[in-house]
């Protein structure tokens, strides 16, 4: 009897990620998200089981860099062993998180686990009689870095099979990401191969054409910049060669931006209450257990002055109330809100003078070649001497570098304008 061909592809794990940068704002919370990762691929392999599948496709980036220990190994070797028990089969690919892992060198799977090599190779899965057969193609990472496409190494198609790809790659580039084995939509659909099991970007997309190409996303967030709901795709080849994709959720925890606008709020308490609304807002559209929030806080309010140079307290409520709802953190507050424009002011009204500080703040200080240079030099002595997992808090690139510096820079202004208000008023 002929029947489909089913697997769940997953990629970019990254078991037990060390989160230095979490950790040092909120350890608690960066254990939350640590155990995370081995709790959405227990959820993974839950499913794997639930749904009777034959495979299990991981490409690439299952654990995180030169990672030494080995209980991370256990943990792996234990959920290889549940699948194994189910009769399911695992295919893996190396990533370049993979390539620096001792893990990956010392670890040696059991049956019923295949690991790709740095040399291509084609897997033919037994079928049932009558049952379309399949091919299942991989090719890992030899080294940390792979400039150049990986896409010409792989086997052809085999004939009459359902050609399945696994391939770790940047795609034609992604905002964020360096650039692995490079490689576009086109040729992945020139390839005839049936599905591209893709891994290496860390948010969800699939195009659908002559080739089905699927890139998962990471199963589990890790910090803000990896927002949104994470999942896995749970896949069926039909008996007649159709492919079908569902996305499953898998994330213990839900990283989120919960935008506040406090322009008609003017009373503190009215504000920590509207920060308990949003957060509840949030935590219900999200499919995680936990929400992991990130508040910002914007528009021209009289309280802006005092969220600037109280923001430690205000974090401080918004974690409490947090906590109050239940299963709701937040990470960080951002505060991007400013005063309020006096009555009949204007940019050009030299009347009130913090008006007119402002105006020539943003006309013949922020926006000059000079104060560019001179941030850009702070910024570099000051990166200098952050740890390595810090460094890219000011921008992985020029352009994130410059807009960051642009943003800081505002955000001093902002702080020294509301400061000079209160004082004026005599609060």
């Known amino acids: 009897m002929a029947l489909p061909y089913r697997f ?21 919370l960066a254990q939350l998200i640590g155990n995370a990762t081995r709790k959405s691929f227990v959820r993974t392999v839950d499913l794997c089981i639930e749904e009777a599948v034959d495979a299990l496709l991981i490409a690439g980036d299952l654990y995180d860099g030169d990672q030494t220990s080995m209980k991370t190994a256990l943990f792996l070797a234990e959920q290889m062993e549940r699948l194994y028990q189910h009769g399911i089969e695992t295919f893996i690919v190396r990533g370049n998180h993979d390539a620096e892992s001792k893990i990956t060198r010392e670890l040696v799977f059991r049956e019923g686990v295949k690991v790709f090599s740095s040399v291509a190779d084609v897997v033919r899965p037994k079928r049932p009689e009558g049952s379309v057969p399949v091919a299942i193609h991989g090719l890992s990472f030899a080294k940390p870095h792979a400039p150049e496409s990986l896409l010409k190494k792989y086997k052809a198609p085999l004939d009459r099979h359902v050609n399945i790809g696994i391939m770790h790659t940047s795609m034609s580039g992604a905002v964020g990401h360096d650039p692995y084995a490079p490689c576009n939509p086109e040729d992945l659909h020139a390839s005839e191969f049936d599905y591209w099991a893709l891994g290496h970007i860390h948010k969800r997309s699939m195009i659908v054409g002559k080739t089905v190409i699927v890139m998962p996303g990471n199963p589990q967030g890790r910090d803000i910049n990896e927002s949104g709901p994470k999942s896995v795709s749970l896949v069926t080849v039909g008996d007649d060669r159709k492919i079908t994709v569902a996305e499953r959720f898998t994330a213990l925890a839900q990283f989120k931006l919960v935008h506040l606008d406090a322009s008609t709020i003017t009373e503190w308490s009215d504000l920590v209450n509207a920060i308990s609304e949003a957060l509840e807002s949030a935590q219900d559209g999200i499919q995680a257990d936990h929400l992991v929030a990130r508040l910002c806080i914007d528009g021209n309010t009289p309280l802006a002055w005092r969220i600037r140079r109280d923001q430690d307290l205000l974090l401080t409520e918004a974690k409490f109330r947090a906590s109050s709802i239940g299963n709701c953190w937040v990470e960080k507050v951002d505060v991007a809100c400013s005063l309020p424009a006096s009555p009949g002011s204007s940019t050009s009204d030299s009347t009130d003078p913090v008006v007119e500080l402002r105006d020539l703040i943003d006309k013949e200080i922020l926006g000059t070649d000079a104060f560019k240079l001179q941030l850009v030099s702070i910024a570099d002595e000051l990166r200098g001497q952050l740890p390595p997992e810090c460094r890219d808090i000011l921008g992985k690139d020029q352009v994130g570098n410059e807009k960051r510096l642009s943003q800081i820079a505002l955000e001093g202004a902002e702080d020294v304008l509301a400061r000079i208000s209160v004082e004026r008023s005599g609060n």
């Not at 990629?11 to 704002?25: C, E, Q, T």
């Open 8 to 28: 769940v592809h997953t990629a970019d794990i990254h078991l037990d990620s060390p989160l230095k940068s979490l950790a040092l704002r909120d350890p608690d």
